[in-house]
């Protein structure tokens, strides 16, 4: 069963305005963290925002706020005031604890991706 | 830029081939995750290491693998590379293998991988 759900491929957002990329995961463990990373056309993955999943208040940096709603189990990322340079794909991703970590790993889960287009 | 650096950041070649490819992580980090991103599977794990021991095994297959060495850099060793193998190839590193879901990992350029 896929963890991490992006339902829209694409995406096109009015510069200057607001959008909202739609993430929604799966998982029973309790303790979990949720990244939005942004993949411009040259390739490399930056780190935008984390959402912890005991954290009390929405996630913020600069343009960039996490709307998270855990009893829906969805992180979506809220892109205010769009710019041209916003246009790339965006990743959420998961990284669940295990309970017992002494020997876990952190890997994170992706989902699929939204390819956000800022038109001029 | 992330601090975390990869070569080559281009690598063509043919099937059938055994590749190298290297990440040396930010400074401080003793965490180093490698993952595939391909069309059809997309962002994929393959493995994570921390301070030299293997921690960790995602979807990688048995003609690959990796090693960290003491001054913590890693190596992803691809062999009898198929065409299916054409990807790209990110390392990411972060402070602990431990820790909470906070810590984060920051991503390498990647690297791309053709196989002829």
């Known amino acids: 069963a896929q963890k991490i759900t992006q339902t829209q491929p694409g995406m096109f957002v009015q510069e200057k305005e607001a959008v909202t990329l739609d993430c929604t995961y799966d998982?029973?463990?309790?303790?979990?963290?949720l990244f939005w990373y942004k993949q411009p056309s040259s390739g490399e993955m930056i780190f935008l925002i984390y959402q912890g999943s005991y954290d009390q208040q929405n996630a913020t940096e600069g343009r960039y706020s996490l709307n998270f709603q855990k009893a829906r189990k969805s992180a979506n990322l809220v892109i205010s005031a769009s710019q041209l340079g916003d246009s790339a794909m965006y990743f959420c991703a998961m990284r669940e604890v295990p309970p017992y970590s002494g020997a876990g790993s952190y890997q994170l889960t992706f989902g699929k991706g939204t390819k956000l287009s800022v038109i001029p | 830029d992330s601090g975390v650096t990869q070569t080559p950041k281009h690598l063509i070649t043919a099937t059938g081939q055994r590749v190298t490819l290297r990440c040396s992580p930010r400074?401080?980090?003793?965490?180093v995750y490698w993952y595939q991103q391909s069309l059809d599977q997309g962002l994929q794990f393959l493995i994570q290491y921390y301070n030299g021991e293997e921690r960790a095994k995602g979807n990688i297959l048995e003609r690959f693998s990796a090693q960290q060495f003491p001054d913590l850099h890693s190596e992803l060793n691809l062999s009898s590379l198929e065409l299916g193998d054409s990807a790209l190839y990110f390392c990411?590193?972060?402070?602990?293998?431990?820790?909470?879901?906070?810590?984060?990992?920051?991503f390498g350029p990647g690297t791309r991988l053709t196989v002829l």
């Open positions: 990411a590193s972060k402070k602990s293998g431990e820790g909470g879901p906070r810590d984060t990992q920051y």
């Open positions: 400074s401080g980090d003793l965490s």
């Open positions: 998982t029973s463990d309790p303790s979990y963290g």
